[in-house]
């Protein structure tokens, strides 16, 4: 099975930028859409940015619009969250997903993911 792993959570700043990975180490990479979800405290897991399988495609949850950036490298195995503008509110546990899909798909939904990262912790201080 796909093997991902999530890294770059730290404390930060608001204000501050911040940069997660997601690194896998299966064999089908770019047969993957990938998506970031993220759990705060008390909080429901929640759609964060996806990208579908050739990064043609994303899409992102209002609250991150205009701050956080999806991208990936296919040649390297990686997706990426570039997170800008950072506010306390986006204080949760980070997780990449990906799930086998069409070229030019986007998955939204959590349920709709096969593959999972453990999560990282990102925590910004006002």
């Known amino acids: 099975q796909e093997q991902l792993a999530e890294s770059g959570g730290r404390l930060v700043q608001a204000g501050g930028s911040l940069r997660l990975s997601c690194a896998a180490s299966?064999?089908?990479?770019?047969?993957?859409?990938l998506g970031w979800f993220r759990q705060g405290p008390g909080k429901e897991r929640e759609f964060v940015a996806a990208?579908?399988?050739?990064?043609?495609?994303?899409d992102y949850a209002d609250s991150v619009k205009g701050r956080f950036t999806i991208s990936r490298v296919n040649d390297e195995n990686t997706v990426y969250l570039q997170m800008n503008s950072l506010k306390p509110e986006d204080t949760a546990d980070y997780y990449c997903?990906?799930?086998?899909?069409?070229?030019?798909?986007?998955?939204?939904?959590?349920?709709?993911?096969?593959?999972w990262g453990q999560g990282t912790q990102v925590t910004v201080s006002s």
């Open positions: 997903a990906a799930s086998l899909a069409q070229p030019f798909t986007i998955v939204i939904k959590p349920y709709e993911y096969t593959y």
């Open positions: 990208i579908s399988r050739g990064g043609v495609n994303t």
């Open positions: 299966g064999r089908s990479f770019s047969s993957y859409a």
